[in-house]
C-alpha cells in the first residue's frame, strides 16, 4: 500500500498538470494572434507557484534530503530538481504579475512575444520537473524509505493544507469549468476535454 505522503504528492501532481494543459491552451491562444484570457493566466501562475510553496515543496524538500542520505547516486538530480523548485517559483511570481497588470491595464492588447516565450518555459520547465519526479524520483523514495517510516512523518507533517478543497483553488476550478474555458483553443476552436473538470464541447446537432 502506498504511504499517504506519496499518495498526496502523486494527487498534487496530477492536479498540476491538469492545471498547465490549460495554461498550455491560453498560451497558444496568444500565440494565435488572440486574446487569452489573463486574469485566468494570472490565476493559473499563482496556484501553480504558491500551492507547492505551502506544503507540496517543502515535503518533497525533507524527502530529497533523506533520499539523499541512502541513495548517494541520486544526489545530482535531487540538487537539479530543489533548484527548479526555486525557479518554478521565480518564474511563476514574475509571470503572475505580468498577467495581473495585463489584465488591469491593458486586457485588449496582445501578449507581449518575451513575456509569451517566458511563460512557455515556465511551463515547459514545470512538465519536465513533473515527470523527473514522477518517473526517476518518487520510485526510489518508494523503494529506499521503508512505508512505515514514511507514514511516521504524516504526523509531523499537516496533511490538511489545502489542496482541491482550498478557496483558491475552488474559485480556479470555478473559472475553467465555467463556460467552458478549459476547453478553448484559439480560432473558435475547441479541444476534446477539458483535464481539470473533464468538460467535453457539446454534441453537434
Known sequence: MKAIILERLHADHHRYAALLCILDRQLHIAACDELPDYRLLARLCHYLTHQPEEWHHPVEDALFARLAG???QSAELLAVLSEEHRRITRDGNELEATFRRQADEM??????????????????????????ENRHVYPLIKRCIPAAELDEM????????????????????????DNHTGLRLGHSEQADFCPLCDARPAAAS
Open 107 to 132: 486586457p485588449e492588447d496582445e501578449l507581449d512575444p518575451g513575456r509569451l516565450n517566458l511563460a512557455r518555459a515556465f511551463s515547459e520547465l514545470y512538465h519536465h520537473h513533473l515527470h523527473s
Open 70 to 72: 541512502c541513495h548517494a
Open 154 to 177: 504524516s504526523p509531523r507533517i499537516p496533511l490538511a493544507s489545502p489542496a482541491e478543497g482550498s478557496p483558491g483553488f475552488q474559485t480556479l476550478y470555478r473559472q475553467i469549468a
